[in-house]
């Protein structure tokens, strides 16, 4: 059955369509942290952050349901549900950030902001960390090194080393080596026909791993981009709307403040929803440069959906339940290391962390094709969650922000049966 | 109270922000061809192409919500309902048009096109016509010369006159006019660093004012792209999904057959869904040569979303409707004409369709501001239509495809007195 379903799929869809897994899932339901394939089996999904509050949450989904039968138009006719979103997405940021775009996706909103920094700027050159990915339009794919289109990326972008916490030294040493490489580059940039833009951030630096970096650790570096008055960019789609447990946006968590902030995937729960925040000064100046409209973006539907999320957020108290399990969780992880060698280093924050594997803990060594062969063995178990990271060996678990102790303590059991059975070989 | 909330729009979302009309409508509910505004007025919608079905069509809203309370993930799982829509959709066109990707809007459909149009032919260089619009990325807002970013556009774009066939002689002239301007495009990418590589067009030509062009009028130019190596993109945006009336798409009404079409607006009744339809050999080259995935994109409630609204289409009949509907209307302007010497020309397919205001039908010199005064008249009197076109003096009707003679009736009779009532003075 699932065999005919690819092969439908890749006549339909094309051929090089990723899926997750050796064996990849037909899911038909979702529920809080719980999935079910077509067959019956139930999953504890460990991995997916845009089904941010959980699975179909009832709230976000009435909020959907109940707009779509009242009203779906666009932002050229006026409606307050968007306002009454943008507010309060405004008032959680710094002062100065207090204006917003809102699109469908994650991509644009890194799209536009692009452009918001060439229209303060007058620039055009853009530093980003060498591992990272900011999303998929012809602008933005450019900026992953791990993702460069026919010909290369554009001589606008410079790519600097991501921290490494693990293997990288003290946190001062890395704060050191990262702001001496963003400094280089702007110095480089500035002396090429660009000139120095922007750099743009994860702040939590996600897909490299999420490296252990104490709050100010990045500060000399952006201190260097004001300097040579740049802006910083601070990608939040993924540590962003409290994951990390301890701040409801992970430039807060770095201790920095952004001059643009784009936001994404959990955004709505799932329903396709981005957006831009930034100052009166920076919206305006992009105004004047360029001309945008998104149809659909910020419509009632999306502005439904969007504050729905928001509210469940904070009337749950999601992102405390996500300090508490994700603590949890981790010392879990702890003393798994104690047992299996392969665990080289446990980090994260909140309920975005994991382990990374390694052949030998004190040569560090990757272990890249055992951290898969976890990951599919997991699967296999019924407990899905991926790997990332600079070396693709760092167990990435990142589930719904309703995920509970219960839910760790499964994970946790069956990750000790997988790491247990799974040898340790490459 | 109107003010009040447009000013709060200023302060959270920014300035010059564009709205429609003098006076914003502040709308509160939808019901098939009627929107309400929030102190309880009525208007007919003879605007929205988005709402294709007619606003918050019951079986599209249960759709959403269904899937939506049942499992919303990504294309990285399976799911049947995106390939059973993209069979659907695929069957609808010429065979070699078999394969799709499916976005979140039709901005990104086209940024993805050029990728596609670049993966195969090895070049950069894109053809438009000079008044369109095909989306908001970086890459693809460049395509308007409306729409011009800070230093222009990329070198790597050519202008070619849009036909207006009111003003431009015979069909044949205009045809052999526009195959000429595409052939010198071509010539000039061919001879520049970039090469040639695809002509973008609505095959409708519908921001210009959809000119009136028989079936063929286009064969020489599209030929002359083919010959260069080139491809054909057809931007479905506007005349896709049977707003044309006699064929499902609006380049099976122009009578050419493009290598890749792209989708929007309409596709999904509002929810965010564009798509990208191809041949194998075009996804698979773009596959080879680009990285992408699009994290909302063809997710199952999008899916479920777009399946339902094909399926009222066909289950409506709604593009009959079209038909008969739109050419009953269309009849009712020509009448209205022999009253109102401001209209110079009336013209459309379908549901899409208009009249063009002159100041003197003799030197057909364009009505502009007059149009403009009508469009407020109109919403003033309850009829929602807007204007468009290379000078923006052409009435812009394009209602849902529920819209039935009732309707057109009222639009005829309000739109007769908001004629005799605007002065006709420039």
Tied chains: 1, 2.
């Excluded at 990849?24 to 339901?29: A, D, F, G, K, Q």
């Excluded at 969007?306 to 003393?335: I, P």
Aim: a negative charge; hydrophobic letters at 40%.
């Amino acid at each position: 059955m699932s065999e005919s379903l690819l092969q439908r799929r890749e006549r339909l869809l094309g051929p090089r369509l990723p899926t997750f897994y050796k064996q990849p899932l037909n899911l038909v339901r979702g529920e809080d942290v719980w999935l079910w394939d077509a067959e019956g089996n139930r999953y504890l999904d460990c991995y997916n952050n845009v089904p941010h509050v959980g699975h179909c949450h009832p709230r976000v989904v009435s909020a959907i349901a109940e707009q779509a039968a009242t009203l779906n138009t666009h932002t050229r006719y006026l409606h307050n549900t968007l306002l009454d979103y943008v507010e309060q997405l405004c008032d959680s940021f710094a002062d100065a950030l207090s204006q917003a775009i809102l699109t469908c996706t994650g991509s644009e909103a890194n799209d536009i902001a692009l452009r918001m920094a060439q229209a303060r700027t007058g620039k055009t050159g853009i530093i980003v960390t060498d591992h990272t990915y900011h999303g998929n339009t012809t602008a933005v794919s450019q900026l992953s090194r791990t993702n460069a289109p026919p010909g290369g990326a554009g001589g606008h972008i410079r790519f600097v080393p991501a921290p490494d916490s693990y293997r990288g030294g003290t946190a001062e040493q890395i704060g050191v080596a990262f702001a001496a490489s963003v400094s280089e580059a702007i110095a480089d940039l500035e002396a090429s026909e660009y000139g120095f833009s922007a750099l743009l951030i994860c702040p939590y630096f996600a897909n490299e791993g999420f490296p252990d970096l104490p709050s100010g650790t990045l500060a000399t570096a952006i201190s260097a981009v004001h300097t040579a008055g740049g802006l910083l960019i601070a990608d939040e789609v993924q540590p962003g709307f409290g994951r990390l447990g301890s701040h409801l946006w992970g430039h807060q968590f770095a201790g920095v403040v952004p001059d643009i902030v784009t936001l994404g995937k959990p955004m709505a729960n799932g329903h396709p929803v981005g957006g831009v925040v930034t100052s009166t000064d920076t919206m305006a100046a992009f105004r004047e440069s360029f001309r945008y409209f998104n149809t659909f973006g910020g419509n009632p539907v999306s502005a439904a959906a969007a504050l729905a999320t928001w509210q469940v957020l904070h009337d749950e108290s999601l992102m405390q339940n996500c300090f508490d399990v994700g603590a949890y969780a981790r010392d879990g992880l702890k003393v798994l290391a104690q047992k299996h060698d392969c665990i080289g280093n446990v980090r994260g924050e909140g309920l975005f962390f994991g382990a990374e594997m390694v052949l030998d803990r004190k040569l560090k060594k990757p272990a890249t094709a055992f951290c898969e062969r976890v990951a599919n063995g997991m699967r296999n178990e019924g407990v899905l969650l991926n790997r990332l990271g600079i070396n693709y060996n760092t167990l990435k678990i990142r589930p719904p922000l309703s995920f509970k102790r219960e839910h760790a303590d499964l994970m946790l059991s069956t990750l000790d049966k997988v790491l247990g059975e799974t040898e340790l070989k490459s």
